[in-house]
C-alpha cells in the first residue's frame, strides 16, 4: 500500500489521524478487503473503525473485523454506494481535557444488521465486490507515519534473524533524514534493506554531519554498547581525526562544562539508536574519506562497520546549523558556548582584601573554619543605591555543632585557609578542620552575583557515636525580619519554626529569611542532589532526601530566638559513623539584594504580551512585545525554530517601529515538532523524564509508551512532552538562545517557570547580552505553592535565577486580594532581591500594585489594561521620579496608619503619593509628612487625585486632613508646590 498525506481534510478529534483509501471495483453485497497495516501500536483488535461512504459521505453500518494483528486485518463492509471509494478509519478517538488532554480510542461499537452479518458469517449467499487497499492516509504530514514507523512482520523479522543467526546482535547503519523511531519493531525499511556493515554519505566541509547505527539486539541482551571510531582518511592522505567523531549517546559534555559518559545497555528483542557526529573540518579537503566504527559490547562481542563519507567542496554556513532537519544541531548538545564564569553587568569584579570578599553592595569575611565569619549589605533601605555602611547578617560567625552519644562537644582545629582560585568572577577557599574523631574539609566559594556554595565533607577517623549534628546560622534579628520557605508563606519570621525533612510531597529544602535591603536564601544539600521536577510534576520526580541532614528522617529546622540571634538550627539528630566513613553537610547561601532596584528602566519599559501588528503595539504605548508560544510566529513550545522567517519579519518591523520583542523559550517541557525528538529519546532518560505515556494522539501513536505528556495547545495541535530537570538539552537551550538573538533578532526572553539552575541562566544572559544587546528577561510564574509543585513557594524556587531577570511576573493562582503587604513585598514584588514586577490573576490590584511600582501587562487578557496608568506616570514623569517605598527608613511620608502604607515617588517640587489599604474596612488615614526631609513648604502645597479610569476619581484633598480608604483599594496623590 502507498502511504500518503490526504488531499482532502477531515476532523480527527473523532475520526482519529490516520485512515485506509479502499478502492471497490464491481458490484456486490459484501465487500471484503485485506489489510497488511504493519501498525506500531499495541492491540489493534481493542481499537473500533468507522467506514465512510465517500460518495454519499455517510457511515457505513454495516461492517464487521476480523483477525486484527499488529501486521494485518480483514474488513468486510456493505458497499453502499456499489463501486468507488471508502474510508476506514483505523484509529478514531476522543480527546478529554483541553491543556493537559488525554486520548480515548474509540471501542468497537458498530452493530451491523443482522441479516447482512449473517450472510457474512455464513459465507453468505450474497455477492461478494471486489475490493482494494489503495493507500493508508493521514490527516495532514505530521501525523503521518515515517517509513521508519512502518513495521515489519514477525514473519519478516524471523526470516531476517534467520539469515544471520551467527551475530549476536545486527546492526543497520541509517541516515540522518530516516530518524530511528521505533524500539520494539523493526521498520519494513531494514528489511527491504537488509543489514549491512556499510554506511555512504556526503558532507560539506565544516559540517556538522550526522548519522545513526540502529542496533538491534536479536539473541540477548547487550551490555555497556560502546561506539570506538578511527581516523577518516583520504586516498591523498588528507585525516579526520578521531577527536572530530563521536556517539551522543556514549560520551557528551554536561551543563556545567564537564565531561561525561553514559552506559548504553540494550535488552533483547529491541532497537537502540546510536548516534553518531562527525564535525567536518572547515579546511578539510574534500574527497572520499574511510574509517570504521566498532560497536563493542560487555557481553556479545563487537561489529564493525566501514564508514565511506565524501567530503564535498561546499563551506557549510555556520555548520550547517541553519538547516536542523539535517541532525545539525546534535552538536549543540555538547555545547560549552558561554560556560566561562565572566562577570555580567550590572555585576562588578570580585575583590578580596585579607579573608573579606567584597560585591556588588555585599561582603563577605571568611572564618578561621572556611565558613562565613560576617556577611554584610550596603545596600540602602530605598534599594535604589548603595551606601558607605554596612548591615550585618550574623551576630557572630556561622558554625557547625558536632555533640557525641554523651552530648560532649567535638571540637576542631582548623587548618589554613587556602584560596584556591581568585578571579573576577569567583572566588574559592578550602580549610581541613581535624579532631582526634572527626575530618571536616571545608570548601567554599562566592560569586560574583552573592551566591556562595559551600561543600562540607565530614569524614570519620573512628567508629563514632553522635547524638546530633547541627549548623547554625545565628541571623541579626532585624536581618531576618521576614521569612520565605518551609511550609510559610512570604509574612513576618515567626517566634518559633519546627520544620521536618518531607521530600516525597514537599519540595522544600531551606529557607529565605531577610529585610528589604539585607538577607540571605540558604538550601540544605548532600552530593546527590538532583533537581526535582516542578510546575505540576513534582510528586512524578520529588527532592532526594539527603543523606546527611535528612539522616533517615530525624533531621529537621528550628528557628527562634536564643540570646541576642534569631538562630536558624539545621540539626540532624542521632547517627552513628564507622572509620571511613563519608558524609556531606553541603549547603548553599544566596545574599540578597542582588542590586538595586532600576525604576527608570522598570517604568519605562511597557510590556504587552499578545502577538499583535507592530504599529498597533506601538500606538497603544507599549515598548516591549512578549510572544508567548501558541501564536503565528512562535507556534510550538519551546521550540521556537520552526516558522524563524515569519518571526525574523516580526522582529524587524518592530525595530523599525523602536520596539523590543522578546519570545517565549523556556526548559521544563518541548513541542513534539523538535526536528531532534528521535535522537533525543534515543538517549533514555536523560532529556524526558520517565511517565506512563498518553496525552495527545500523536504521543500515544508516534512514541513508545515511556514519557510525561505535559502542555497542549489545541490550536496548533503541538504536544509537549516534560524534560527531565537538567541535562545536555540546556547546552542545546543556550546554543539556542545564541542562534536566535544573532539571525533572528530577539531581544530577550519571557520565561513560563523554569526548570534548569543558575549555571545556566547565567550562560543565557551572557548569550543575550553579547555585543551589548539588550538581553532582557522576565520570569512568569503561576504559584507552586500547592500539592502538585511541592508548597515551594516561587520566589524561592526561582531566586538562583534573579540576579539576572529585568521583571517579575507571578501570576496565577497568586492572591492580590487576601494576602498581607508582607505577603506582596516578598513572594511578589521583587523588591527585596533588587527586582520589580507586574501582576497577572484577575487583572492584580491596581491600587496595592502601585505601592511596589506594579500594573498588570497590556492584554494579557482582554481585560488587562494598564494604560490609564501609564497616562497618569507619564503625565507625572515617574520615570524620572526616586522611589522611596514605605519600607524604606527615611521615607518622608508615613500614613498614620500602619494597615494603609504609603510609597511616594519624588521628584523636585513635587511627589506622587501611592497609598493602598489591608484595613477589613473603609478607613481615613492622615499623612504624616517630614518636610524638611521632603525639601516642601506645607502651606505651598496642594494634595490633589487626578482622574484616573477605572482607578480614581478627580479630587482635591487637604494636606493636614482625612483622607478616606475603601478597603482593598487606595489612592495616587499629588503632592506639589502651588
Same mark, same amino acid.
Given at each position: 500500500?502507498?502511504?500518503?498525506?490526504?488531499?482532502?481534510?477531515?476532523?480527527?478529534?473523532?475520526?482519529?489521524?490516520?485512515?485506509?483509501?479502499?478502492?471497490?471495483?464491481?458490484?456486490?453485497?459484501?465487500?471484503?478487503?485485506?489489510?497488511?497495516?504493519?501498525?506500531?501500536?499495541?492491540?489493534?483488535?481493542?481499537?473500533?473503525?468507522?467506514?465512510?461512504?465517500?460518495?454519499?459521505?455517510?457511515?457505513?453500518?454495516?461492517?464487521?473485523?476480523?483477525?486484527?494483528?499488529?501486521?494485518?486485518?480483514?474488513?468486510?463492509?456493505?458497499?453502499?454506494?456499489?463501486?468507488?471509494?471508502?474510508?476506514?478509519?483505523?484509529?478514531?478517538?476522543?480527546?478529554?481535557?483541553?491543556?493537559?488532554?488525554?486520548?480515548?480510542?474509540?471501542?468497537?461499537?458498530?452493530?451491523?444488521?443482522?441479516?447482512?452479518?449473517?450472510?457474512?458469517?455464513?459465507?453468505?449467499?450474497?455477492?461478494?465486490?471486489?475490493?482494494?487497499?489503495?493507500?493508508?492516509?493521514?490527516?495532514?504530514?505530521?501525523?503521518?507515519?515515517?517509513?521508519?514507523?512502518?513495521?515489519?512482520?514477525?514473519?519478516?523479522?524471523?526470516?531476517?534473524?534467520?539469515?544471520?543467526?551467527?551475530?549476536?546482535?545486527?546492526?543497520?547503519?541509517?541516515?540522518?533524514?530516516?530518524?530511528?523511531?521505533?524500539?520494539?519493531?523493526?521498520?519494513?525499511?531494514?528489511?527491504?534493506?537488509?543489514?549491512?556493515?556499510?554506511?555512504?554519505?556526503?558532507?560539506?566541509?565544516?559540517?556538522?554531519?550526522?548519522?545513526?547505527?540502529?542496533?538491534?539486539?536479536?539473541?540477548?541482551?547487550?551490555?555497556?554498547?560502546?561506539?570506538?571510531?578511527?581516523?577518516?582518511?583520504?586516498?591523498?592522505?588528507?585525516?579526520?581525526?578521531?577527536?572530530?567523531?563521536?556517539?551522543?549517546?556514549?560520551?557528551?559534555?554536561?551543563?556545567?562544562?564537564?565531561?561525561?559518559?553514559?552506559?548504553?545497555?540494550?535488552?533483547?528483542?529491541?532497537?537502540?539508536?546510536?548516534?553518531?557526529?562527525?564535525?567536518?573540518?572547515?579546511?578539510?579537503?574534500?574527497?572520499?574519506?574511510?574509517?570504521?566504527?566498532?560497536?563493542?559490547?560487555?557481553?556479545?562481542?563487537?561489529?564493525?562497520?566501514?564508514?565511506?563519507?565524501?567530503?564535498?567542496?561546499?563551506?557549510?554556513?555556520?555548520?550547517?546549523?541553519?538547516?536542523?532537519?539535517?541532525?545539525?544541531?546534535?552538536?549543540?548538545?555538547?555545547?560549552?558556548?558561554?560556560?566561562?564564569?565572566?562577570?555580567?553587568?550590572?555585576?562588578?569584579?570580585?575583590?578580596?582584601?585579607?579573608?573579606?570578599?567584597?560585591?556588588?553592595?555585599?561582603?563577605?569575611?571568611?572564618?578561621?573554619?572556611?565558613?562565613?565569619?560576617?556577611?554584610?549589605?550596603?545596600?540602602?533601605?530605598?534599594?535604589?543605591?548603595?551606601?558607605?555602611?554596612?548591615?550585618?547578617?550574623?551576630?557572630?560567625?556561622?558554625?557547625?555543632?558536632?555533640?557525641?552519644?554523651?552530648?560532649?562537644?567535638?571540637?576542631?582545629?582548623?587548618?589554613?585557609?587556602?584560596?584556591?582560585?581568585?578571579?573576577?568572577?569567583?572566588?574559592?577557599?578550602?580549610?581541613?578542620?581535624?579532631?582526634?574523631?572527626?575530618?571536616?574539609?571545608?570548601?567554599?566559594?562566592?560569586?560574583?552575583?552573592?551566591?556562595?556554595?559551600?561543600?562540607?565533607?565530614?569524614?570519620?577517623?573512628?567508629? *563514632?557515636?553522635?547524638?546530633?549534628?547541627?549548623?547554625?546560622?545565628?541571623?541579626?534579628?532585624?536581618?531576618?525580619?521576614?521569612?520565605?520557605?518551609?511550609?510559610?508563606?512570604?509574612?513576618?519570621?515567626?517566634?518559633?519554626?519546627?520544620?521536618?525533612?518531607?521530600?516525597?510531597?514537599?519540595?522544600?529544602?531551606?529557607?529565605?529569611?531577610?529585610?528589604?535591603?539585607?538577607?540571605?536564601?540558604?538550601?540544605?544539600?548532600?552530593?546527590?542532589?538532583?533537581?526535582?521536577?516542578?510546575?505540576?510534576?513534582?510528586?512524578?520526580?520529588?527532592?532526594?532526601?539527603?543523606?546527611?541532614?535528612?539522616?533517615?528522617?530525624?533531621?529537621?529546622?528550628?528557628?527562634?530566638?536564643?540570646?541576642?540571634?534569631?538562630?536558624?538550627?539545621?540539626?540532624?539528630?542521632?547517627?552513628?559513623?564507622?572509620?571511613?566513613?563519608?558524609?556531606?553537610?553541603?549547603?548553599?547561601?544566596?545574599?540578597?539584594?542582588?542590586?538595586?532596584?532600576?525604576?527608570?528602566?522598570?517604568?519605562?519599559?511597557?510590556?504587552?504580551?499578545?502577538?499583535?501588528?507592530?504599529?498597533?503595539?506601538?500606538?497603544?504605548?507599549?515598548?516591549?512585545?512578549?510572544?508567548?508560544?501558541?501564536?503565528?510566529?512562535?507556534?510550538?513550545?519551546?521550540?521556537?525554530?520552526?516558522?524563524?522567517?515569519?518571526?525574523?519579519?516580526?522582529?524587524?518591523?518592530?525595530?523599525?517601529?523602536?520596539?523590543?520583542?522578546?519570545?517565549?523559550?523556556?526548559?521544563?517541557?518541548?513541542?513534539?515538532?523538535?526536528?531532534?525528538?528521535?535522537?533525543?529519546?534515543?538517549?533514555?532518560?536523560?532529556?524526558?523524564?520517565?511517565?506512563?505515556?498518553?496525552?495527545?494522539?500523536?504521543?500515544?501513536?508516534?512514541?513508545?509508551?515511556?514519557?510525561?505528556?505535559?502542555?497542549?495547545?489545541?490550536?496548533?495541535?503541538?504536544?509537549?512532552?516534560?524534560?527531565?530537570?537538567?541535562?545536555?538539552?540546556?547546552?542545546?537551550?543556550?546554543?539556542?538562545?545564541?542562534?536566535?538573538?544573532?539571525?533572528?533578532?530577539?531581544?530577550?526572553?519571557?520565561?513560563?517557570?523554569?526548570?534548569?539552575?543558575?549555571?545556566?541562566?547565567?550562560?543565557?544572559?551572557?548569550?543575550?547580552?553579547?555585543?551589548?544587546?539588550?538581553?532582557?528577561?522576565?520570569?512568569?510564574?503561576?504559584?507552586?505553592?500547592?500539592?502538585?509543585?511541592?508548597?515551594?513557594?516561587?520566589?524561592?524556587?526561582?531566586?538562583?535565577?534573579?540576579?539576572?531577570?529585568?521583571?517579575?511576573?507571578?501570576?496565577?493562582?497568586?492572591?492580590?486580594?487576601?494576602?498581607?503587604?508582607?505577603?506582596?513585598?516578598?513572594?511578589?514584588?521583587?523588591?527585596?532581591?533588587?527586582?520589580?514586577?507586574?501582576?497577572?490573576?484577575?487583572?492584580?490590584?491596581?491600587?496595592?500594585?502601585?505601592?511596589?511600582?506594579?500594573?498588570?501587562?497590556?492584554?494579557?487578557?482582554?481585560?488587562?489594561?494598564?494604560?490609564?496608568?501609564?497616562?497618569?506616570?507619564?503625565?507625572?514623569?515617574?520615570?524620572?521620579?526616586?522611589?522611596?517605598?514605605?519600607?524604606?527608613?527615611?521615607?518622608?511620608?508615613?500614613?498614620?496608619?500602619?494597615?494603609?502604607?504609603?510609597?511616594?515617588?519624588?521628584?523636585?517640587?513635587?511627589?506622587?503619593?501611592? *497609598?493602598?489599604?489591608?484595613?477589613?474596612?473603609?478607613?481615613?488615614?492622615?499623612?504624616?509628612?517630614?518636610?524638611?526631609?521632603?525639601?516642601?513648604?506645607?502651606?505651598?502645597?496642594?494634595?490633589?487625585?487626578?482622574? *484616573?479610569?477605572?482607578?480614581?476619581?478627580?479630587?482635591?484633598?487637604?494636606?493636614?486632613?482625612?483622607?478616606?480608604?475603601?478597603?482593598?483599594?487606595?489612592?495616587?496623590?499629588?503632592?506639589?508646590?502651588?
Amino acid at each position: 500500500m502507498q502511504y500518503r498525506v490526504s488531499k482532502s481534510t477531515w476532523n480527527p478529534d473523532s475520526l482519529g489521524n490516520h485512515r485506509i483509501v479502499v478502492s471497490v471495483s464491481s458490484k456486490g453485497d459484501i465487500a471484503k478487503v485485506q489489510l497488511l497495516w504493519r501498525r506500531r501500536d499495541d492491540a489493534p483488535e481493542k481499537k473500533g473503525i468507522i467506514i465512510v461512504d465517500a460518495q454519499k459521505n455517510s457511515v457505513v453500518q454495516n461492517h464487521k473485523s476480523v483477525d486484527f494483528t499488529r501486521s494485518s486485518g480483514t474488513i468486510y463492509f456493505e458497499p453502499t454506494s456499489g463501486p468507488g471509494t471508502y474510508y476506514i478509519y483505523y484509529m478514531p478517538y476522543h480527546l478529554k481535557g483541553t491543556f493537559y488532554p488525554s486520548t480515548h480510542y474509540l471501542p468497537e461499537a458498530n452493530k451491523p444488521a443482522s441479516n447482512w452479518l449473517n450472510d457474512v458469517n455464513s459465507g453468505g449467499k450474497s455477492s461478494i465486490a471486489t475490493a482494494k487497499a489503495v493507500a493508508i492516509e493521514s490527516v495532514d504530514a505530521f501525523n503521518q507515519f515515517s517509513p521508519m514507523e512502518i513495521t515489519a512482520t514477525p514473519g519478516e523479522t524471523a526470516a531476517l534473524v534467520a539469515k544471520n543467526s551467527g551475530a549476536a546482535f545486527l546492526v543497520f547503519p541509517e541516515d540522518r533524514m530516516h530518524p530511528i523511531r521505533m524500539t520494539k519493531d523493526l521498520p519494513y525499511r531494514w528489511i527491504e534493506k537488509g543489514t549491512s556493515l556499510q554506511f555512504k554519505d556526503t558532507a560539506d566541509r565544516g559540517a556538522n554531519f550526522a548519522y545513526q547505527l540502529g542496533v538491534y539486539a536479536q539473541k540477548t541482551a547487550l551490555s555497556d554498547v560502546k561506539v570506538q571510531f578511527s581516523d577518516l582518511k583520504s586516498s591523498s592522505g588528507s585525516i579526520i581525526g578521531q577527536s572530530a567523531l563521536g556517539c551522543i549517546n556514549n560520551t557528551g559534555v554536561n551543563w556545567i562544562g564537564q565531561p561525561e559518559s553514559f552506559t548504553v545497555n540494550v535488552p533483547k528483542g529491541l532497537v537502540q539508536a546510536l548516534w553518531c557526529t562527525v564535525a567536518v573540518p572547515e579546511d578539510a579537503k574534500p574527497g572520499l574519506y574511510l574509517g570504521t566504527a566498532t560497536i563493542q559490547t560487555a557481553n556479545a562481542g563487537t561489529r564493525t562497520v566501514h564508514i565511506q563519507l565524501e567530503v564535498k567542496s561546499r563551506l557549510a554556513k555556520d555548520h550547517g546549523v541553519d538547516e536542523p532537519g539535517k541532525q545539525t544541531r546534535l552538536a549543540w548538545l555538547n555545547s560549552t558556548l558561554a560556560e566561562k564564569n565572566t562577570v555580567i553587568r550590572p555585576y562588578i569584579p570580585l575583590q578580596k582584601s585579607g579573608n573579606t570578599i567584597h560585591l556588588l553592595g555585599r561582603s563577605l569575611k571568611v572564618a578561621a573554619t572556611g565558613l562565613p565569619a560576617q556577611i554584610e549589605s550596603f545596600f540602602t533601605t530605598r534599594l535604589t543605591s548603595i551606601g558607605d555602611s554596612g548591615r550585618n547578617l550574623f551576630t557572630e560567625p556561622v558554625h557547625f555543632h558536632f555533640n557525641k552519644a554523651d552530648t560532649k562537644a567535638i571540637n576542631f582545629k582548623s587548618g589554613p585557609i587556602k584560596y584556591t582560585e581568585v578571579s573576577d568572577g569567583t572566588v574559592s577557599w578550602q580549610v581541613d578542620n581535624q579532631s582526634t574523631a572527626l575530618d571536616m574539609l571545608v570548601k567554599g566559594s562566592l560569586e560574583f552575583d552573592g551566591f556562595v556554595n559551600y561543600t562540607v565533607k565530614v569524614t570519620a577517623l573512628q567508629d *563514632i557515636d553522635l547524638s546530633n549534628i547541627s549548623l547554625h546560622l545565628p541571623m541579626v534579628p532585624a536581618a531576618a525580619k521576614y521569612i520565605m520557605g518551609l511550609g510559610y508563606e512570604g509574612q513576618k519570621a515567626p517566634a518559633a519554626v519546627d520544620w521536618k525533612w518531607q521530600v516525597a510531597t514537599k519540595n522544600q529544602d531551606g529557607a529565605w529569611l531577610g529585610d528589604v535591603n539585607a538577607g540571605l536564601q540558604y538550601g540544605l544539600r548532600d552530593e546527590h542532589y538532583v533537581r526535582p521536577l516542578n510546575t505540576n510534576f513534582y510528586l512524578q520526580k520529588p527532592l532526594l532526601l539527603p543523606l546527611s541532614w535528612g539522616n533517615a528522617g530525624k533531621g529537621g529546622i528550628k528557628m527562634g530566638m536564643k540570646g541576642a540571634a534569631y538562630l536558624v538550627d539545621n540539626y540532624t539528630g542521632p547517627r552513628s559513623m564507622k572509620k571511613g566513613d563519608t558524609l556531606f553537610f553541603n549547603f548553599r547561601l544566596l545574599i540578597t539584594p542582588f542590586h538595586t532596584i532600576d525604576t527608570k528602566a522598570h517604568f519605562a519599559n511597557r510590556y504587552i504580551h499578545k502577538y499583535i501588528n507592530t504599529d498597533t503595539a506601538k500606538a497603544l504605548g507599549a515598548t516591549v512585545i512578549n510572544i508567548h508560544q501558541g501564536t503565528a510566529i512562535n507556534p510550538y513550545i519551546n521550540y521556537p525554530f520552526i516558522r524563524t522567517d515569519a518571526m525574523k519579519a516580526y522582529i524587524d518591523s518592530a525595530h523599525n517601529e523602536g520596539m523590543k520583542v522578546k519570545i517565549y523559550n523556556t526548559v521544563r517541557e518541548l513541542s513534539n515538532r523538535a526536528y531532534e525528538l528521535p535522537a533525543l529519546f534515543s538517549l533514555g532518560h536523560e532529556i524526558y523524564s520517565a511517565g506512563k505515556g498518553g496525552g495527545y494522539s500523536w504521543l500515544r501513536e508516534h512514541l513508545d509508551q515511556d514519557y510525561i505528556a505535559a502542555w497542549f495547545t489545541p490550536e496548533e495541535k503541538d504536544a509537549a512532552i516534560v524534560n527531565s530537570g537538567m541535562s545536555r538539552w540546556h547546552n542545546y537551550y543556550v546554543e539556542g538562545i545564541n542562534w536566535l538573538t544573532k539571525n533572528i533578532g530577539i531581544d530577550g526572553l519571557y520565561l513560563d517557570d523554569v526548570a534548569f539552575d543558575r549555571d545556566i541562566m547565567k550562560r543565557v544572559k551572557r548569550v543575550l547580552t553579547t555585543d551589548n544587546h539588550p538581553g532582557l528577561i522576565d520570569l512568569h510564574s503561576a504559584s507552586q505553592y500547592d500539592k502538585a509543585d511541592g508548597f515551594i513557594n516561587s520566589a524561592m524556587l526561582y531566586m538562583e535565577l534573579f540576579p539576572y531577570l529585568n521583571r517579575l511576573w507571578f501570576g496565577e493562582k497568586f492572591d492580590y486580594e487576601n494576602t498581607s503587604s508582607d505577603y506582596y513585598l516578598t513572594e511578589m514584588s521583587g523588591i527585596p532581591f533588587g527586582l520589580m514586577g507586574e501582576m497577572l490573576e484577575h487583572d492584580g490590584n491596581p491600587w496595592r500594585g502601585m505601592v511596589y511600582g506594579m500594573t498588570d501587562r497590556l492584554l494579557w487578557s482582554e481585560t488587562a489594561d494598564p494604560r490609564p496608568l501609564w497616562k497618569e506616570w507619564d503625565r507625572f514623569g515617574i520615570k524620572d521620579a526616586e522611589m522611596i517605598g514605605y519600607w524604606a527608613t527615611d521615607n518622608p511620608i508615613k500614613t498614620d496608619n500602619a494597615l494603609v502604607p504609603a510609597t511616594i515617588y519624588q521628584k523636585k517640587g513635587k511627589v506622587l503619593i501611592s *497609598i493602598a489599604s489591608w484595613a477589613p474596612k473603609t478607613t481615613e488615614v492622615h499623612l504624616n509628612i517630614d518636610w524638611k526631609a521632603l525639601g516642601m513648604n506645607p502651606s505651598e502645597v496642594t494634595l490633589k487625585a487626578s482622574a *484616573i479610569d477605572k482607578f480614581q476619581e478627580a479630587r482635591t484633598f487637604d494636606v493636614n486632613g482625612s483622607i478616606p480608604v475603601q478597603p482593598n483599594k487606595g489612592w495616587l496623590l499629588e503632592l506639589s508646590t502651588r
